[in-house]
């Protein structure tokens, strides 16, 4: 009963406006004052959840991701893949779809990606007779990759938050990842086969494919740099974070020249105001996460779940069907700061690896990222595609279930999870 107290008033908080950190740790600091423990537990649980080197790549790789945008990459990537694929049936959805791929392996953030690849794919999509719904789906699902493929903003707060490695959990993802992408791929190219009247490309020739090669090729350089180094043990993800930022003021200014100053300093603003409200979250859920630890309310709940759930499998399934729910109404972030640490300690007594759970719990957060009414890249691609909220959520119905698809064959075969990070 406490529990559902607990929760219940963390959500009228959040409805009535709250903002989601002052929530978490506004809620988290009366729980530690009526349970008649010391509130100077609040700003030392503030001071130690900022106190992670791990946490530093958040800012780095948000200024890599913002640096990129600025530099207009997007562009380069998505006419490079067109000249590959265009002339393909549904061609210009599968270069849409790659190029969301490829940007989500230097940008970490779903959020970039829909929106630098979207301001370049929509428009050539529409003009070619991709239905604008379609159209939106694709790039409002493949803006989603960005928390998944590696690099990714979403699994570094798990892991800080679990306290597992992160290394391992970006290697678990590129799987899922790939997965995803061919999932997404078939559909595009059975549906585009449905439509009699698009527009099919001329096949670009050599040389248009080896010019646009080299111009994105720098860019493809600099993500299989950083996720190369990392896998290879060459720098952590840190540390990878600081040379991919390095890497793209390099690719941007000095190779494409293509970044202004106004840019750069544009990039930094908006990587200084993500960053403040990502350590903000996380600040206030370290609070509200000490709070329920006191008050006992992980174990509680493992003790109903073992009580009541006897195999991994319902309890997957009550997870995602609690994580699909609550994405109607939570955005990303917030969604993974409260339910890990409640559902963490319900891991290990039914054998489910931490690992697969992280990467199984990301996608589950990918589909809060396009479900109405607070999915952050429906909001995104609408604004790029100056569409209608209801087309872009017709358009994203399909990938969702391609989503849900492919954590039903993750939960199947979980080595597409975990036989990268034990065997690489």
Known sequence: METLLILAALFALLLIGVPVAFALGGLGLMLLAFGGFSPLMAPAGILSSMDNFVLVSVPLFLLMANVMLKGGVGKDLFAALQAWVGHLPGGLAVATILACGVFAAIS?????????????????????????????????????????????????????????????????????????????????????????????????????????????????????????????????????????????????????????????????????????????????????????????????????????????????????????????FMESLSLLLIMVPVLAGSLMPLGIDPIWFGVFFVIMVECALITPPVGLNLYVIQAVGKGTLTEVARGVLPFLALMLLTVLVITIFQDIVLWLPFHL
């Open 108 to 328: 970490g953030s779903s959020v970039a990606t829909a929106a630098t690849i979207g301001t370049v794919a929509i428009p050539e999509m529409t003009k070619r007779g991709y239905p604008r719904h379609f159209t939106f789906g694709v790039l409002a699902a493949g803006g989603t990759l960005g928390i998944l493929i590696p690099p990714s903003l979403i699994m570094i707060i798990y892991g800080v938050i679990t306290e597992e490695s992160v290394l391992a959990l970006f290697i678990a993802g590129v799987g899922p990842g790939l997965l995803m992408i061919v999932f997404f791929i078939i559909y595009s190219i059975l549906y585009a086969r449905t439509l009699p009247s698009l527009e099919r490309i001329a096949k670009a020739t050599w040389e248009e494919r080896w010019s646009s090669g080299v111009r994105a090729l720098p860019t493809v350089a600099l993500a299989v740099f950083v996720i190369a180094g990392i896998y290879r043990g060459w720098y952590t993800p840190t540390e990878a974070a600081a040379i991919g930022f390095a890497g793209a003021l390099f690719v941007t200014g000095v190779v494409l020249r293509t970044l202004s100053l106004r840019d750069l300093w544009d990039a930094v603003v908006g990587s200084m105001k993500t960053t403040a409200v990502i350590l903000l979250i996380v600040a206030g859920a370290k609070v509200f996460g000490k709070a329920i630890a006191l008050y006992r309310i992980p174990q509680d709940v493992s003790a109903f779940i073992s009580t009541n759930i006897d195999s991994a499998g319902l309890f997957i399934l009550v997870v995602a069907l609690v994580l699909l729910v609550m994405g109607l």
